[in-house]
C-alpha cells in the first residue's frame, strides 16, 4: 500500500431537497444546532438548495484533493425510517440523502465511490441492493439508531443473503448518536450485526465499534471479541478524535491484533480533532495534525500518533 493509497471509508453527502433529487431533512433537523453548523461549514443555504447542494460535494472533493495521504472517499447516503409496512415514513425520516444524490455525486469523479444507504425495512430492500450493486456501488451503509431498525431481526435474513451474495460490504454504525436525531440507542449494540456476520457478509463497524459515551466504554470489549470470532468483521476509525469516542481510540492503540483489521475513514463533514496527539505525548504530531490543510491529512496523522498503523485499506476488501 502506498502513501496515497488511503480510502476513507465514510464520508457522508448531505443534500437539501430539491424537485428531483429526493433528499428530505426535517426542520427541526435544519434548524437545531447540528445542522445549522454545517451548514455554516459548508457555505450551504436553504433558499439555494441547488447551489448548496453542488457547493458541498465541491468542498469535499476540493479537501481531498489538497490530501497528501488519502485519494479516495466513500461518499454515503442515509435512508429514512420505514413502518411496518414496508413504506417510508416520513413523519419519523428526519434526513435522508437518497442513492440518486450518491450515484449523482459519484458520477464523473474517480475519486468518489459509492456508499448508498438502504433500510432492510423497505419493501423493496432486496431489489434496491441489485440496483445499487448494478450502479457500481461500493459497499451499503446503515445507520439502525436514526433508522429505525433493530439489525437482528429474523426477517432481515434475506437481506444479508443479497448483501454475501452481490459482496457489498455492510457500513454500520455502531454506539450512540448525537449528530442526527436518534430513534433508539440499543440499535447500536455490535452484537446486533451477528446476524449478517453469520451470512458471510463483510462487516465494517463505524467509529472503531465504541459506544460514544465518553468514558463509558462497553463496546470495544464486545467488538474485539467478535473480531477474533468473525474474519469478515473490520471497523472503521472514523470520528473517533471526538471527545465521545477518544477513549476508545487509544484502548484500540492497544491491539495490535486488531490493526489489520481497521480501515481509515473521518465521517466528514464531521470535524477532526489534532488534541488526542497531545495526549499521546507528541507535540509536534499535535502541531503538524493541527496546520493540516486537509482533515484527511490530519486523521490520518492522529491515528499514526496514538499508535495504530492502518495495515489495510478499503479497496483490498472488494
Ligand atoms: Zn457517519
Redesign the pocket.
Known amino acids: 500500500m502506498n502513501q496515497r493509497a488511503l480510502t476513507d471509508v465514510?464520508a457522508?453527502l448531505a443534500a437539501l431537497p430539491t424537485l428531483e433529487n429526493g433528499c428530505r431533512v426535517s426542520r427541526k433537523l435544519l434548524k437545531g444546532p447540528f445542522g445549522r453548523a454545517i451548514m455554516r461549514m459548508q457555505g450551504m443555504d436553504p433558499a439555494d438548495p441547488e447551489g448548496s447542494n453542488q457547493r458541498y460535494v465541491e468542498n469535499l472533493e476540493i479537501e481531498l484533493k489538497c490530501s497528501a495521504e488519502v485519494s479516495r472517499a466513500v461518499v454515503l447516503g442515509m435512508d429514512g425510517v420505514y413502518g411496518s409496512d414496508g413504506l417510508l415514513d416520513d413523519g419519523r425520516t428526519e434526513f435522508l440523502v437518497s442513492n440518486d444524490a450518491v450515484f449523482a455525486a459519484c458520477r464523473g469523479r474517480d475519486c468518489f465511490l459509492p456508499g448508498p444507504s438502504v433500510n432492510p425495512m423497505r419493501r423493496d430492500a432486496l431489489d434496491e441492493l441489485e440496483r445499487c450493486k448494478a450502479l457500481g456501488a461500493a459497499l451499503i451503509k446503515t445507520l439502525p439508531n436514526s433508522m429505525g431498525f433493530n439489525p437482528c431481526l429474523p426477517g432481515f435474513k434475506p437481506f444479508y443473503q443479497a448483501l454475501s451474495r452481490l459482496k457489498l460490504p455492510l457500513l454500520s454504525?455502531v454506539g450512540y448518536e448525537f449528530a442526527v436525531i436518534a430513534g433508539e440507542q440499543m440499535f447500536g449494540n455490535p452484537e446486533l450485526l451477528i446476524p449478517a456476520l453469520d451470512e458471510g457478509v463483510t462487516v465494517i463497524a463505524?467509529h472503531g465499534g465504541s459506544s460514544g459515551l465518553f468514558v463509558l466504554e462497553r463496546n470495544l470489549p464486545v467488538l474485539l471479541g467478535m473480531m477474533a470470532r468473525y474474519p469478515n468483521l473490520y471497523a472503521d476509525v472514523?470520528?473517533m478524535t471526538l471527545p465521545n469516542r477518544v477513549r476508545a481510540l487509544f484502548q484500540l492503540a492497544r491491539h495490535p491484533e486488531v490493526f489489520d483489521r481497521l480501515l481509515f475513514g473521518t465521517?466528514y463533514p464531521i470535524p477532526v480533532f489534532a488534541y488526542p496527539c497531545l495526549a499521546a505525548f507528541s507535540l509536534s504530531g499535535y502541531r503538524a495534525a493541527r496546520s493540516a490543510p486537509s482533515r484527511f491529512d490530519r486523521q490520518a496523522r492522529v491515528i499514526r500518533e496514538v499508535g495504530i498503523t492502518l495495515t489495510r485499506d478499503f479497496l483490498d476488501l472488494t
Open positions: 465514510h457522508h454504525h463505524a472514523s470520528a465521517d
